[in-house]
């Protein structure tokens, strides 16, 4: 997440290219970026249970979307999706895990 978010910030040309063929409006990419540094900051901090699993949840629907795009568009890029899949899941059961407060937690 902070390699795509720093992404949109630093290389939003190349970004934006991305994004027009992948079908997606271009203003995203600011909201987009900004959401993904405030998920991450949600857990990290583990200031609110609340937030972080809202955090984990908008990471989860943005790779989903983003491999569901690639599968679309036929660009052969859906593999970043598949791998932003298993991070997710494993940092969010490992969460659970170390942390106890997860919803979802491998036993």
């Known amino acids: 997440m902070i390699f795509s978010a720093q992404m949109y910030f630093l ?22 970026a900004t959401l993904k540094i405030l998920g991450l ?11 972080k699993e809202w955090a984990y949840a908008g990471f989860f629907f ?11 568009a ?3 890029g859906g593999m970043f999706a598949v791998a932003g899949i298993v991070f997710v899941t494993v940092s969010y059961v490992m ?13």
């Open 11 to 32: 290389n939003h040309e190349a970004v934006s290219n991305a994004f027009n063929s992948l079908g997606f409006p271009t203003w995203l990419i600011y909201p987009l």
């Open 41 to 51: 900051i949600a857990i990290w901090t583990k200031y609110s249970t609340f937030l």
């Open 62 to 72: 943005d790779v989903v979307i983003a491999l569901t795009a690639h599968l679309m």
């Open 74 to 76: 036929q660009d052969g």
């Open 95 to 107: 969460d659970g895990k170390l942390y106890g407060n997860a919803a979802f937690r491998l036993n």
